[in-house]
């Protein structure tokens, strides 16, 4: 039980790492590359999200709806900003309708 805990934690900390390495790539105009990283980070949070649904409702933690409803907020977050790193790049390599949906999923 505690393993799991671990694994999402870890997939929290990797989808941080992707939106740093996204925001990086982009500095150094390697937009296609940073579009790609951001998908990633996207994807984890997703995960992370998911796992831990799963895992509450397995276990029935009702007595942690306080810790996870923070920690959702923290993940939707990330999650906005994640997009919101792919519209810009998509902007850069003028690709407009696809910078539209990112940016509206981001404000979602």
Request: hydrophobic share 35%; glycine share 2%.
């Amino acid at each position: 039980m505690n393993y799991f805990i671990l694994v999402v934690h870890k997939y929290d900390e990797i989808a941080n790492d992707y939106s740093n390495i996204c925001s990086f790539s982009s500095k150094l105009k390697f937009h296609s590359e940073a579009i790609v990283e951001g998908m990633h980070s996207v994807a984890l949070n997703q995960l992370t999200l998911l796992n831990e649904n799963l895992y509450n409702r397995k276990y029935n933690k009702l007595d942690k709806i306080n810790k996870l409803d923070s920690n959702k907020k923290a993940l939707f977050s990330r999650m906005m900003l994640s997009y919101f790193n792919i519209g810009v790049q998509q902007e850069h390599l003028k690709r407009h309708t696809d910078c539209e949906i990112s940016y509206n999923r981001s404000r979602a």
